[in-house]
Structure formats: C-alpha cells, structure tokens
C-alpha cells in the first residue's frame, strides 16, 4: 500500500516563507509522479494551485511555487499572506489510472 | 465560468446504494475526462474514480472497486457515481472535478465542484 506523506502542520510567519512537502513511504518522488498540489479552506471546495511539479494553475501569484527537493515535491510560499492559512494537499499520479492523496498539511499564518 | 453541480447525496443505511450526479457547464464536457474525490468529515482528500472523455477507461481506487461505477452522459453533460454495498466509511463529501483534456494526462483536476454529502448510517 503506497502511503504518500506530508507534514501535519506547519506555521509561517506573515511576509516569511514556507516549504511544505509531499514524499512516498517508500522510494522518491519524481516528475514522472506528475504531483500536483491544491489549497482548501474549511467547508470550500479545493482549489488547484501547482500541477506537473511546478506549473501553477490560472490565477495563482507566483509567491506560490513548485519543486522536487530531495526526494519530495515541495510547494514553496513566498511572502506569506494570512489567507494562505489554509489545508495544503498533494497527489500523485501513481500510473495505470490511479492518484494517491497525501495527508494533508494545515498552515498557519501567525 | 467552469460549473460543476453535485447532487443525489443523502443518508442511506449500510448495504444500501446511492447514485451521485455531476452537471457541468462552461466547457465542453466532451472534450475532458473527469474524476470523482471524496472527504469524509474531519479528514483529507481520497481519489476515487476517473473517466476518460469517451467513457472507454474508467479506474478506481481499490476501496471502492467492485462496489462503485463510475460513468457519464456526453449528451447530458452529465457525470455519474453509482455506490453500491455502501459502508460507513464511505460517509463523505463527494466532489466531481474535471480533468483538462479528453485523456488523464498530464494527470490534474484544474476544477471542483462544491461538494455532496453522503452519509451511510443505519
């Protein structure tokens, strides 16, 4: 059973920067995983921010980025904002017509 | 505007069934494949099912394969879930979005719809 991994929670700083991460159990993520990342607040539907790795998504600001660090996808959000506080969620494309939902990370802006 | 309607959610008893509906509009539903996710209260995001745009390939997400059946009406702009032997743990928002293009490459959902509750409670 592949599990894909993200941090709980995380906390920035208004203005600051944050990486959040999206790994595998087992083995590393790459481009070919084609992860894609999405922003939902509480009792809203998700909103697609990055997709193939590090394409954002019509009318997403560009203090919002995507990466593989390591062996992981990676959103970056530069300058902070406090309506970033948000739940932060990647996938992964596992091939053969099946995606795999991590966990979920939920930032705080504070 | 992209417009995914959900509907057909509602409480229904262990073993029983529950078909879901997707109206799209805002762009041409024939040209893009479609996906159903789901999220039970309190917790994050499962994929559960895609469609490609002719409806020839559908997959499933191993939780629900054998119990749900995805489809869709091209001439109703129309996408559907059928949940069968439904379980507890399948209370969740379900949500449809779209895919860009008629296959599931280059493998994202670009647009949600708002959600429908299914509860499964005797």
């Known amino acids: 059973q592949t599990v894909v991994t993200q941090e709980p929670s995380f906390s920035v700083s208004p203005g600051g920067t944050v990486t959040l991460t999206c790994g595998l159990s087992?083995?590393?993520?790459?481009?070919?995983?084609?992860p894609s990342w999405y922003q939902q607040t509480p009792g809203q539907a998700p909103r697609t921010l990055i997709y193939?790795?590090?394409t954002r998504s019509f009318g997403v600001p560009d203090r919002f980025s995507g990466s593989i660090l390591g062996n992981k996808a990676a959103l970056t959000i530069t300058g902070a904002q406090a309506d970033d506080e948000s739940d932060y969620y990647c996938?992964?494309?596992?091939?053969?017509?099946?995606?795999?939902f991590g966990g979920g990370t939920k930032l705080t802006v504070l | 505007e992209v417009q995914l309607l959900e509907s057909g959610g509602g409480l229904v008893q262990p073993g029983g069934s529950l078909s879901l509906s997707c109206a799209a509009s805002?762009?041409?539903?024939?040209?893009?494949?479609m996906t159903w996710v789901r999220q039970a209260p309190g917790k994050g995001l499962e994929w559960v099912s895609v469609?490609?745009?002719?409806?020839?390939?559908?997959f499933y997400a191993d939780s629900v394969k054998g119990r749900f059946t995805i489809s869709r009406d091209n001439s109703k702009n129309t996408l559907y879930l059928q949940m069968n032997s439904l379980r507890v743990e399948d209370t969740a928002v379900y949500y449809c979005?779209?895919?860009?293009?008629?296959?599931?490459?280059?493998?994202?959902?670009?647009?949600w719809g708002q959600g429908t509750l299914v509860t499964v409670s005797s």
């Open positions: 979005a779209k895919l860009p293009f008629l296959e599931l490459s280059p493998y994202y959902f670009d647009y």
């Open positions: 805002g762009f041409t539903f024939v040209n893009c494949a």
């Open positions: 469609i490609n745009a002719s409806g020839g390939s559908r």
């Open positions: 087992s083995g590393s993520v790459s481009t070919s995983y084609y």
């Open positions: 193939s790795t590090n």
């Open positions: 996938v992964l494309y596992m091939g053969s017509g099946i995606w795999v």
